[in-house]
């Protein structure tokens, strides 16, 4: 295994001339130029065969949206305004009356109207006796919990 080092033949020249072939660098040069030009014809041929063959159509209307919306969920691209808006919408129902169940009489008041009611007649209370005493019990008149 011993190798021994050999020099160059002649130390006076500069540079190697007998790796490259300039011809064979000529010719993969020109191979890689005719493959770009034959891969934008054969790109041209692919493109007007599907043009012939397959018509987009007439031109969309610039005054017309022809896109179809996406299903839902959709993305919510004005959230902030969103929130403002369904907050707005909440605030209009918890301040107005209004049907929840025509059938079965159920209507929305005021949540203020609702507290000065329930002020004046008091917290509801279950019907049925308290063990022992027989009396009803109305927590609002009891006052805390113990």
């Given amino acids: ?7 160059p033949e002649n130390p006076q020249r500069g ?3 007998s ?19 034959l891969g934008v014809l054969g790109s041209a ?6 043009v012939r063959h397959q018509p987009l159509g007439p031109p969309a209307s610039p005054f017309e949206d022809v896109r ?8 919510q691209t004005t959230a902030p305004l969103d929130l403002k808006r369904y907050r707005e ?29 329930l002020l004046q007649k008091g917290y509801p209370v279950r019907g049925g006796s308290l063990a022992g005493s027989g009396a009803k019990r109305n927590p609002a ?6």
């Fill in 89 to 117: 919408d909440q605030e209009k129902i918890l301040q107005s009356y209004g049907w929840v169940d025509p059938q079965a009489g159920i209507v929305r008041i005021p949540v203020d109207r609702a507290v000065d009611l």
């Fill in 1 to 7: 295994m011993s190798e021994t080092f050999k020099g």
């Fill in 45 to 50: 041929a692919v493109f007007h065969f599907f």
């Fill in 68 to 75: 179809p919306m996406p299903p839902e969920p959709r993305l």
């Fill in 15 to 17: 540079y190697e001339d």
């Fill in 19 to 37: 790796d490259v072939s300039v011809g064979r660098l000529l010719a993969f040069a020109a191979g890689v130029v005719a493959l770009v030009v």
């Fill in 141 to 146: 008149s009891e006052g805390p919990m113990k």
